[in-house]
């Protein structure tokens, strides 16, 4: 009954001695603070706002123009149009005070078409793309088209420094392209998979469509493209994501790995602290639009979108269809550790914790003695499980009651933290360590990653870290952005004392994490959960994880042989999975769209006919180096045009799936579409980005890199394979594979690639020696 008591802040009664008020300072008190933190935001929005619907124009250009429109009428100088005499025909009166309101009225409206020609400006010159396909590096020239636009997309961004949201209004749509030039594409990125016979068939069957069906199809797609911001994106979203009715764990989320050259301490309280305030700290600049966004090149913006639902953001499960949830704001995270589960208030009178506060609350955690109850320990694994089961056991038995408080608690949170009692190691010389690291972050336990929020932060014992994030909400680029901030910012002296703690003092006792309750009393709830944590079982034991520290060069040897690092990657993998496989498979590599508005991703097909010919050339011990190189360099170029083309809306693989949307949507049968979409993608890549920032700079900070992340295998008989290039001389490979297919095997792949990469040096070592040997010969004659 006391602690009833004490959580009443307001309360009143009626005696016959007259009234009697009772409330509570402390927690009244905390309402009102809670109040205008509200409104805080709300204001900073609605200014953040205005000043992006103002953008490339400032706020403050407004005044300027009010005071020149006023001064000018006064001064019985007509503004142009005549429009403050124009608009006093329909004031109340000719008084002096109708006169000031029709200067700022006119002043106003002249600003806003000002604004409107400024951003449709910018909005023209972000359309052109040519500045990507122009050739980079030492001897080569820029048309004059590109220098000319580089000026003026240049003037603007240094005319008003942007927000995060700044450019949203002025970044272009994605274009539609055109079913014949898809279906050329198409056609030539398919004719190395294929023999003479099936390729004719195929043709033919692709030219059908484009003179059927196709044309039907895209005046829908053409009228969606114009009605909506993205073509593409809602749909991708819903269908390959929300719809996808496979667990999360492995088979979606992605993860990622700590900066492993440095490991600024050992104690776990203290990393947590120090990484969950950066990472709110990070969440503040979002909220508050200070955050500047990415520029490619500095100068050509990248959409923003993504960032909004980084935080505070949950996949909710479905029966047929998930959705996700984001909240706008949230003012604590969750804590699992041994199986329980803490709600951790982040805000304490009004401010954010500071990381010694942080600090002392975890440690109460990591202190406590309390057990889970039976059930909690595998609660998580619901969220490894199958879509469609995991939405029928949370209609069931989370509905209602403290489950349902306890388990919004959990979605409605900034993020999840997840103190791990085990550690994360890496050590070069065994390289198994690295593996189970990768592992701890794919899958954990089954049960202690909470795989439905946007991200789980994962602490290990010996303070090494890492994230597991679910992919519907945006791509690994941003978590990649996030993260590099994040490595950057904490590896700045200050964030660590002597013992390994972070500074400062407490001036007020942090609210003390309080444990999460939960009613298990149902004997088929705990079978449910049982039955989840069995199958997530059997997902984690056939995974395959291999991560590849690849230190015998890195792109610093590639630029010398004037190709560019990704191209020369993808081709190594090619040659490597053709020496693994015996032959070519369709191959998936993820490139941006963010170019444009609200975009994600498209496909790169990195297996094309120029690297198949290279590939059969190196295979081929009749074949010198001289031809090889060039060969080489003749599938880089190819392969570097189809990653521009993808990044400019020319892609090929999301123009067929709307197609194939549409074509589901008026019930029309495709068996072409359907047949190229149902194709496996049996190597899928993807490199993870870095440098996104001016923050990042390898040359003076080499070990603030982090070692990359991964994701599981796309088709069950392939191989996923996500990368980083480390630096000048460092690759770090992230290979996946299932245990139970008996013609994949990630340790031998890598071993595959390690040799493939030998090779090609060796190919350059031999070419430059072929050259020398021909100048000799040539200068003898």
Partial sequence: MAEAHQAVAFSFAITHEGWNVDYDREVLNLVWQSGVR??????????????????????????????????????????????????????????????????ILVAI??????????????????????????ARGSGSKTSLSTKIWFVLVKVFKKWNNPGLYSFQSSIPRLPLPSVHDTMTRWLRSVRPLMDDATYEKVTKEAEEFENGIGKKLQRYLILKSWWSTNYVSDWWEEYVYLRGRSPLMVNSNFYGVDAIFTHPTKNQAARAASVCHLLLQFRRSIDRQELEPIMVQGLIPLCSWQYERTFNTARIPGVETDKIVHYKDSRH???????????????????????????????????????????????????AWDRTKWAKAREMYFSRGVNKTSLFLIESAAFVVSLDDEPFEFDLSQPEKLDNFGRHLLHGKGCDRWFDKSFTLCVATNGRIGFNAEHTWGDAAVMSHIWESLVVDEGQSGRYDEN???????????????????????????????????????????????????????????????????AFIQMALQLAYYRDYGKFSLTY??????????????????????????????????????????????????????????????????????????SKYLEVDSPFLKEILSEPWRLSTSQTPHGQTPKMDLKKNPNFISAGGGFGPVSSDGYGVSYIIAGEDLI??????????????????????CRALADMKLLFEQYKVEQKKSLTNGASH
């Avoid at 400032?58 to 429009?83: F, G, N, Q, R």
């Avoid at 078409?113 to 951003?119: A, E, G, S, T, V």
């Avoid at 770090?732 to 594979?737: A, E, G, K, P, V």
């Fill in 109 to 134: 409206t002249y600003w806003i078409l000002i604004c409107m020609i400024m951003r449709y400006s910018l909005k023209g010159l972000l359309i052109y793309k040519g500045w990507m396909y122009e």
């Fill in 732 to 753: 770090f490979f992230h290979i996946s594979s299932i245990k139970s297919c008996n013609v994949t095997d990630s340790e031998r792949f890598s071993q595959q690639i």
């Fill in 333 to 383: 995270i969750v804590v699992i550790h041994k199986g329980c589960y803490y709600k951790m208030p982040i805000y304490h009178k009004g401010r954010l914790l500071k990381p010694c506060e942080l600090q002392y609350q975890f440690e109460q955690i990591l202190q406590s003695k309390s057990a889970p109850v039976h059930g909690e320990e595998f609660l998580a694994s619901l969220t």
């Fill in 38 to 103: 509200s409104w805080k935001k709300r204001l900073a929005r609605i200014k953040a706002g205005i000043r992006n619907g103002a953008y490339p124009a400032h706020l403050e250009s407004l005044w300027v123009i009010m005071i020149l429109v006023t001064l000018m009428h006064y001064a019985s100088k007509k503004v142009p149009y005549d429009l403050v005499n124009t608009t006093m025909k329909i004031m109340p009166s000719d008084g002096s005070f109708w006169h000031f309101i029709s200067c």
């Fill in 589 to 662: 590599e993820a490139s941006m769209t963010r170019l444009y508005r609200e975009g994600r991703t498209e496909t790169v097909r990195p297996c094309t006919i120029e690297s198949a010919a290279w590939v059969k050339a190196m295979q081929n011990p009749e074949v010198n180096a001289t031809e090889r190189v060039r060969l080489l360099g003749e599938a880089c170029k190819r392969h570097q045009q189809g990653y521009q083309d993808a990044m400019c809306g020319r892609g090929i693989d999301r123009h067929l799936f709307c197609l194939y949307v549409v």
């Fill in 500 to 566: 390994g703690n972070t500074p400062g003092q407490i001036e007020q006792l942090p609210p003390t994490p309080t444990r999460l309750s939960w009613s298990f009393n149902d004997d088929s709830l705990l079978k449910t959960i049982d039955q989840a944590y069995d199958d997530a079982q059997k997902v984690i034991s056939d995974v395959d994880l291999r991560i590849l520290v690849h230190d015998a060069y890195g792109k610093g040897f590639m630029k010398t042989c004037r190709c560019s690092p990704d």
